[in-house]
């Protein structure tokens, strides 16, 4: 463990924490609230009053995760200035002293941002597809799997070296993740084998979005890290072309595709539209998602450079524990419409997956370790491993920006 030394923060530190925990865990929560809305769309064809369903709409909450990210270029343009006038200043002090190295900053467009941006839409989209269909903490527990998908994806495309602790912890976390996913499956029992099926179909696709995920850290390590791009840049233009791709190519064909909704659309934006037009609280849900992601990032670009790994994973407990128990208090004190029941037969075997959930995780960061058995002890000090993840080009600790835990949703 951390020294605690390592583990103090200082109340500048502790209050960026605590933005990013809350900003996170809302993240989760509006984006379910969004979900569990039931409004009035768009009109029907002759004019006809249309009846109040739910928003769903994964796809274009996906363009307001990437508007989002777009926001953060914000952050990266009062960086720049910030640097311009600390170098005028110093031009000014120095003037005749020594010469001063000329301020280097590169463009901020650069297409080589399309590629992991593209698994980002896809990777987001189909957790929000999953999102549908089961609760909130499930979804927010599912997404743990993402270290096992990186770490086998690590080991095949970057030749990372996985120890006898690393395979640990991912059987561990799979463990973990059988018994959420179960708890999610037997708590739809009591209702039709609809629902049993879609709370299926929702884990499924929960997890090939981390898949998808996983594979953009790969992708961002092989083509991005290299080139040492600011990670607000990163986030900033990824969101920028997502846009794009959802708003010119992705929306409009899913338009035209049949399906389900309003007009006999898959994707029907225009009924999204009027949705959040007829309901001022799904307004405020979606841009409570908007504005958690771009704070979300900024907050994990403030403080990721002074935790440790130890930190992470408190934070990402705690975030989990957070989404949980609020989405509880939603549904018990505010609204029967919104958040999650306890399910008295079932609710102790997430509880149970949770915690496997945990000690996987920490098992993989190599938080703990057992001495005594020996693929699990820790690598003496004079031999230090490599870190079999995949860390993110927004994870890269060569920027002169900090950096966030995560990228866009979480």
Known sequence: YAPAAAMALSCVQWLL?????????IN???????????????PGANGTEPEAHDFNHPWFQTVIMFIGEMCCLIGLFVQRKRERDQFRQQIMQDFNQEPIEALQQ?????????????????????????????????????RGSIIIFTGILSKIFLKRKLRGIHWTGMLVTMLGLVLVGISSVFNEEDND????????????????GQVVSASQMIIEELFLKKRKFPPLQVVGMEGSFGVFFMV???????????GDQPGGRYENSIDALYQIYNSPSLLVFCLLYLSSIAFYNYFGLAVTKSLTAVHRTLIDACRTIMVWLVSLFIHYAVAKDFGEPWDNTYGILQVDGFFFLMIGTAL???????????????????????????????????????????????
């Open 193 to 208: 084998k609809k629902d049993v099926q879609k709370s299926i179909l929702g884990i499924v696709l929960i997890l090939a």
């Open 248 to 258: 010119v190519i992705i929306l409009p064909v899913l338009y035209f595709i049949p």
């Open 106 to 142: 590169g463009r901020v467009f650069h297409f080589i941002f399309a590629i992991p941006t593209i698994c980002d839409l896809f990777g987001t989209t189909l957790a929000g597809i999953g999102l549908l269909w089961v609760n909130a903490s499930v979804w927010q527990m599912l």
């Open 364 to 410: 993989y960061n190599e938080l703990i370790s057992f001495p005594w058995i020996p693929c699990l002890r820790p690598l003496p000090p004079e031999e230090p491993g490599p870190s079999p993840q995949a860390t993110s080009i927004q994870g890269t600790e060569d920027s002169n920006e900090r950096t966030p835990l995560l990228s866009g949703d979480t």
């Open 17 to 25: 924490v605590l933005g990013m925990l809350v900003t996170g865990s």
């Open 28 to 42: 989760t929560i509006s984006k379910k609230a969004q979900n569990d809305s039931k409004v009035k769309g768009v």
